[in-house]
């Protein structure tokens, strides 16, 4: 059974506030939810998605405070792509200019308009003009008018020293079918109407390791339909003599991680329960929630997160 495409995706912010205001204000992206790193609980974990943080809209943040600044390498996610309607490319780019940002020259990639940028903390991302466009749930509360919203991932591009290894993840184990070559690139994409299709291989066997900081993405998650597939993946993955982890309760989702021989760190994550799972949909993000193992800390937790808003609107609290 093919995985449907991306899930989420995981990077690190040294300014939780910072990161709020862009993803919310400038990209018009929904703060689903506010919480904490599950594995290190005194820091937050921030969700921003669609209205309710479908599966392929999710981009996620550690809110590490200390981390040295990120510097992109073989090994990593290089970008994370947006898609937007083919009609947006010039609202988008006139956007993030008169927001204080400066894309870089429209690209043409596959045949498809892509305006790559850069946001508040370095990493690096796309927009990628689509005319077939992925179902979501689109946020009535975005500064971004309906017709230009954000329609969840498009895709990732991974820098690699060789891209065997992984162009055998995703083609054996994920359901990946090559879908073109340009250049160092290779793309690969899942059928299917969801976000988050495509993953492209950028072959870049000299660039040297990177730095692993804010801006740097953590890890990618692919989508398993069912507990029962995340454990089809599973095996596999260790048939191929990659380690894997068990399944991991993460309250929202259920994971497990392996790190492939290309160095990037790849996630199963199961698309049940999601963000409503415990807050009511018209409400997520606006309050720090904990899972259930975390709740009698709660005082402890929140006096060691910084203040935040959760808009620009919104008044100072936790």
């Known amino acids: 059974m093919n995985t449907a495409g991306l899930h989420h995706i995981t990077a690190v912010t040294k300014d939780p506030q910072t990161n709020i205001d862009f993803y919310q204000q400038v990209l018009g992206q929904r703060l689903v939810k506010t919480t904490v790193n599950f594995d290190d609980p005194g820091t937050y974990h921030l969700y921003y998605g669609d209205y309710t943080g479908m599966p392929g809209t999710a981009m996620t943040f550690f809110g590490w405070l200390n981390s040295v600044q990120g510097k992109v390498g073989t090994g990593e996610t290089q970008a994370v792509a947006y898609t937007i309607p083919q009609h947006s490319v010039s609202f988008w780019n006139a956007r993030l200019k008169r927001m204080g940002f400066s894309p870089e020259r429209v690209e043409t990639r596959f045949g498809q308009d892509v305006i790559p940028f850069i946001d508040p903390e370095g990493m690096r991302l796309e927009l990628a003009a689509e005319e077939n466009l992925p179902t979501i749930q689109p946020w009535q509360g975005s500064p971004v008018l309906e017709e230009h919203e954000l329609r969840g991932f498009y895709g990732v591009s991974l ?35 969801a976000p988050g299709k495509v993953v492209d291989l950028v072959h870049k066997p000299n660039a040297g390791r990177g730095i692993f900081g804010a801006s740097s993405v953590h890890h990618i998650a692919f989508r398993a339909s069912s507990d029962e597939h995340q454990q089809e993946i599973q095996q596999l993955v260790r048939k191929m003599g990659i380690q894997a982890t068990q399944v991991i309760e993460r309250h929202y989702f259920r994971s497990v991680y392996f790190r492939t021989p290309g160095g990037v760190l790849f996630e199963i994550a199961t698309d049940q329960p999601g963000f409503t799972v415990d807050e009511p949909a018209d409400s997520l993000g606006q309050k720090l929630v904990l899972p259930p193992w975390y709740e009698s800390r709660r005082d402890e937790i929140e006096a060691h997160l910084p203040a935040i808003r959760r808009s620009l609107q919104e008044e100072v609290s936790e």
């Open 159 to 193: 820098w690699l020293d060789e891209i065997e290894s992984t162009t055998r993840i995703l083609t054996e184990i994920l359901g990946y079918q090559q879908a073109g070559q340009e250049g160092n690139r290779y793309r690969f994409t899942v059928p299917g109407d």
